[in-house]
């Protein structure tokens, strides 16, 4: 694993080995490129890199351990002792400390700092940026000091922070008889009485990392602010930042001088009312994620984990038994039957190459589709993620009375009708445009990568190859991809993400095969002649009696979120086509052996 500007980048073959050995995965929250405002609507986004990240883990697992592993990724924020803090701020030896400061520097506001002085902690730039505050603001030289406090580290760290250079450039040009700009102190020179004490009177507190999990030391600043409160300039590179709690803090880029600059300012001249607005929201959130809080949330998932693994070791999926599936295959005289049917990664592989891509039908498939759809007592539904032009339009061409939902069930064919619904409701594809723009840059740069653009999903995909770098390179990639995209699009077009290795897919958020097929189930099922009419969605339960008009329902394919669903449906079976080999599928075939399959199970 390694962690980059951009969050936490996988890296496969052996070095991803560590990770599959452990059971849970836990991460601290890292950074992301949400603005304030999209962040503070979608609580859970960062979830999405880890969701992401999940992903590739489970496809990794698939390749590298036995296939009934799983690693279970989560996010646990770590927090501070609340309870303890409070009580050390109230000590008599902290309140004697607030005094003295408070005399000593009476009429002088105060910014102050803690960090390590290695290169990562952003130092210097805070240095360089409160040196371009003072030029820029002369009517605050004299008036704004600095207290950085620096946490111990080695001699090598000290040398490429690089910092102590531009401390004395600052308080040579700037200092008088009285006044010092910035105070430079070791831990080591200060008690923590002391240290709470700054946090105490302090008039700002300022992180500018340039990459920190969660800065707890900000947590600390804030229950220390409970008279003042103050702002909090958070750098937008730490885990802290990450969470909606904490972006009511003035967040900055510590790489852009001027808007650090520009926060000191903004820090020291903020109305009262405003900065207890958002000294609430901050307090609100150091008080909910609490070092308690994180500790008994590990704990509690730790053991739901581990007790999952145990119950999914249990749920390995049987093999196929075809004479099963055959007895419940012959309905009683009258008996209607639903076969829902997966084409790829079922009845053929799929189709990886770029656009223009084949529209010829295996031969193979296109037989077992014909001999399904001849038995009068079978309602026959092919699913697929292919676009309507090509391969489907073939298929409903030859086989008028098989029923095909196409793009993941953005739109549905009903069986005897060539008029295709589309199941999105109030369609907007105005996204498309913006959203082939982003991906068209992130195409340019990365090699063997293209577009494929469809009626209302889009695909972006990357050719495999040989070359771990590129591997890696195409990975990093489709991840700030994807964030871009949900950042700038997602919200605002209801749109969603679906990820795998080697590519993903941008679609609407309301749609998918699960609604899809939750209309194929409506006990009315659905009318080409009601096409203006909202096809209801609703998925049936087992005691609803909704599905009464099918005697057997079967199911085959790789979805395994469906295939999991479609189990608890009444009179349903399932075959799941799929890699892993425990789930809640009643049956598991591989691809390659499911035309024997069908094969024994139509057999008279």
């Known amino acids: 694993m390694e962690a980059t500007p951009k969050g936490v980048q996988i890296l496969s073959g052996p070095n991803l080995k560590p990770l599959m050995d452990a059971e849970n995965l836990p991460f601290s929250p890292v950074e992301d490129d949400c603005t304030p405002a999209e962040r503070s609507k979608n609580h859970g986004h960062p979830l999405t890199m880890l969701e992401k990240l999940e992903i590739e883990i489970r496809e990794s697992t698939r390749q590298t351990l036995s296939e009934h592993s799983f690693v279970d990724v989560g996010v646990f924020p770590m927090g501070i002792d609340v309870q303890s803090l409070t009580q050390k701020r109230k000590e008599k030896e902290v309140e004697e400390w607030v005094h003295a400061l408070r005399d000593r520097y009476k009429g002088m506001k105060m910014i102050v700092a803690r960090d390590k002085l290695d290169e990562v902690q952003g130092v210097r730039q805070k240095f360089l940026a409160f040196e371009r505050f003072l030029e820029q603001n002369s009517e605050y030289q004299g008036k704004v000091m600095l207290i950085q406090v620096a946490l111990s580290t080695s001699f090598i760290n000290e040398l490429q922070g690089n910092a102590m250079d531009v401390v004395a450039r600052i308080n040579m040009k ?78 900055i880029n510590p ?18 009312e ?5 000294w609430t929201d901050l307090h609100n959130h150091v008080n909910t994620q609490t070092a308690q809080a994180f500790a008994t949330s590990f704990l509690a998932r730790t053991l739901r984990v581990n007790y999952k693994h145990h119950i999914k070791d249990s749920l390995i999926i049987p093999a196929l038994d075809t004479e099963q599936i055959k007895e419940r295959y012959r309905c009683p005289e009258g008996g209607r039957r ?18 223009p891509q084949s529209i010829e039908v295996p031969e193979k498939a296109m037989q077992l589709l014909k001999k ?6 079978n309602e026959v539904w092919a699913l697929s993620g292919l676009p309507i032009k090509g391969r489907l339009e073939t298929i409903a061409k030859n086989l008028p009375m098989l029923g095909i939902c196409a793009e993941h069930g953005c739109f549905i064919k009903p069986r005897g009708s060539d008029i295709w619904i589309t199941m999105i409701k109030e369609p907007n594809l105005t996204w498309m445009v913006s959203c082939m723009e982003i991906l068209q840059y992130f195409t340019e740069r990365t090699s063997s990568s293209f577009i494929d653009k469809r009626q209302a999903t889009i695909v972006w995909r990357c050719l495999p190859t040989d070359d771990e770098a590129e591997r890696t390179w195409a990975r990093r990639q489709a991840a700030e991809a994807q964030n871009h995209i949900y950042d700038s699009l997602g919200e605002r077009f209801g749109l969603r993400i679906i990820p795998s290795l080697s590519s993903f897919i941008i679609l609407p958020k309301v749609v998918g095969r699960t609604s899809a097929v939750a209309a194929i189930l ?5 009318k080409a002649m009601d096409i203006r009419k909202t096809i209801p969605t609703a998925w049936p339960t087992p005691d609803m009696g909704e599905t009464e008009r099918f005697e057997y329902i079967l199911a085959v394919g790789s979805d395994e979120s469906l295939m999991n669903r479609l189990k608890r ?5 399932t075959i799941y086509t799929g890699l892993r080999k425990s789930g809640g599928s009643n049956w598991r075939c591989g691809p390659e052996a499911i035309y024997e399959a069908f094969d024994a199970i139509l057999q008279e």
Request: negative net charge; glycine residues 2%.
């Open 274 to 278: 405003e900065a207890e607005a958002k």
């Open 522 to 526: 409506n006990p009315e099922g659905i």
């Open 372 to 377: 399904l759809c001849a038995d009068e007592k």
């Open 174 to 251: 700037f200092s008088t008889l009285t006044y010092q700009p910035i105070i430079f102190f070791h831990t080591h020179d200060l008690t923590f009485a002391q240290y709470l004490a700054l946090l105490t009177v302090a008039d700002c507190f300022i992180v500018t990392s340039m990459r920190e999990g969660m800065a707890l030391r900000t947590h600390e600043y804030v229950e220390c602010q409970s008279e003042r409160k103050r702002p909090l300039i958070l750098s937008e590179f730490t885990g802290s930042y990450s969470f909606s709690g904490f972006r009511t803090c003035l967040p």
């Open 338 to 355: 639903l076969i829902l049917l997966d084409l790829e990664r079922t009845l053929w592989p799929i189709d990886t190459s770029p656009p």
């Open 255 to 272: 790489w852009d001088i001027q808007m650090t600059a520009d926060a000191i300012v903004t820090s020291l001249t903020m109305s009262d």
């Open 569 to 573: 449906v009444k009179n349903a079976e």
